[in-house]
């Protein structure tokens, strides 16, 4: 059973970076796709970035472009998110997700498997 499990959450001042981990197990990861997505309080959940697990192509969403970066580790297989220049609207809940299939677009219901979710907290 594949199993997805973020870490590297917490608190940050505004203006400053976390590095987010997923790591995946389960299966072998040489295929598909993982992407990172986020939910606050009282909203839906939000894409952010994916990656594919072969040739580490990677999207995003325009809003992250310049301060957010995903990668893999393939042999690990952990899949991360840098966040710079955190800002109080990026308070959410974190999560990473996969698919069995490559898929660019952000859809949740697209993806096949979800972790449980990391808590970020920006204080302004």
């Known amino acids: 059973q594949v199993q997805l499990v973020e870490s590297g959450g917490g608190l940050v001042q505004a203006g400053g970076s976390l590095n987010l981990s997923c790591a995946a197990s389960?299966?072998?990861?040489?295929?598909?796709?993982m992407a990172w997505f986020r939910q606050a309080p009282g909203k839906e959940r939000e894409f952010l970035a994916m990656i594919t697990w072969a040739v580490g192509r990677t999207h995003y969403a325009d809003f992250v472009k310049g301060r957010f970066t995903i990668s893999r580790d393939s042999a690990k297989n952990t899949v991360y998110l840098q966040m710079i220049s955190l800002q109080s609207e990026d308070t959410a809940v974190y999560y990473c997700?996969?698919?069995?299939?490559?898929?660019?677009?952000?859809?949740?219901?697209?993806?096949?498997?979800w972790g449980q979710g990391t808590p970020v907290t920006v204080s302004s």
């Open positions: 389960g299966r072998a990861f040489s295929d598909g796709s």
């Open positions: 997700a996969f698919s069995l299939n490559i898929y660019y677009g952000r859809d949740p219901d697209h993806y096949d498997y």
